[in-house]
Structures are given as structure tokens and as C-alpha cells.
């Protein structure tokens, strides 16, 4: 199993990235996924998770209405669009994918099995 993200990146508050999860080694459609944040000195977070079929959403309270969790299974990738970015978003964001095949989106990391290496983004003027 492989998890890899990519696009992250230094952007001014305000701005927009849009983060990519390519997965492998696994039926992607099978299983829910996630993203997860981390910023120096604080515990890794959750930011959003979406179903394996992609119609069930799951955001934390500091990001709704901003930042937007997908996934195309054709292409076994999962993205998180982000946009008004603060600087309170900058973190280390990582992908993950659920234990369980056909689990809800989950909140906890303990319901996440495999996880990638992580992206920087950066907000910051």
C-alpha cells in the first residue's frame, strides 16, 4: 500500500492550494479516506474525511465551508481543495486510508490504517 501526497506549498492568507492523495496496492474504492493535519508542536488533527463511494463528508468545525474533500475513483486520488487560507492552516497535511473497507468517514485517527509522508503548506504574507 502506498499513499502519496502532493501540492502543497507556500500561499499568502487568502489564497488557494488544492492537495492530491494518489493511492495504491489497495482497492481505493473500497475504503473510506482521510486528511489529517499536523503543526509543529501540536498533536496530528483531523480535517476532513470522505465515504468510499464519495457521497458522505465529514469536515472538522475550523474548516467547514472552506476547505472541500473529493475523491475520483477512476483515478484512485483524493484531494482536498483548499481555499481562504489562514495561517493557522499551515501544517504538515497527510492522506490515510480507513481500517475497515466500506466505513463511514471517520474523525478518529485510530480508524486509519495506512498514511502517507505528508505535505507542507505554508500560509504566510
Known amino acids: 500500500v502506498q499513499l502519496v501526497e502532493s501540492g502543497g506549498g507556500l500561499v499568502q492568507p487568502g489564497g488557494s492550494l488544492r492537495l492530491s492523495c494518489l493511492a495504491s496496492?489497495?482497492?481505493?474504492?473500497?475504503?473510506?479516506m482521510g486528511w489529517f493535519r499536523q503543526a509543529p508542536g501540536k498533536e496530528r488533527e483531523f480535517v476532513a474525511a470522505?465515504?468510499?463511494?464519495?457521497?458522505?463528508?465529514n469536515y472538522a468545525d475550523s474548516v467547514k465551508g472552506r476547505l472541500t474533500i473529493s475523491r475520483d475513483n477512476a483515478k484512485n486520488t483524493m484531494y482536498l481543495q483548499m481555499n481562504s487560507l489562514k495561517s493557522e492552516d499551515t501544517a504538515v497535511y497527510y492522506c490515510a486510508s480507513a481500517v475497515q473497507s466500506h466505513a463511514l468517514p471517520a474523525r478518529r485517527i485510530a480508524e486509519y490504517k495506512y498514511w502517507g509522508q505528508g505535505t507542507q503548506v505554508t500560509v504566510s504574507s
Open positions: 496496492g489497495f482497492t481505493f474504492s473500497s475504503y473510506a
Open positions: 470522505i465515504s468510499w463511494g464519495g457521497s458522505t463528508t
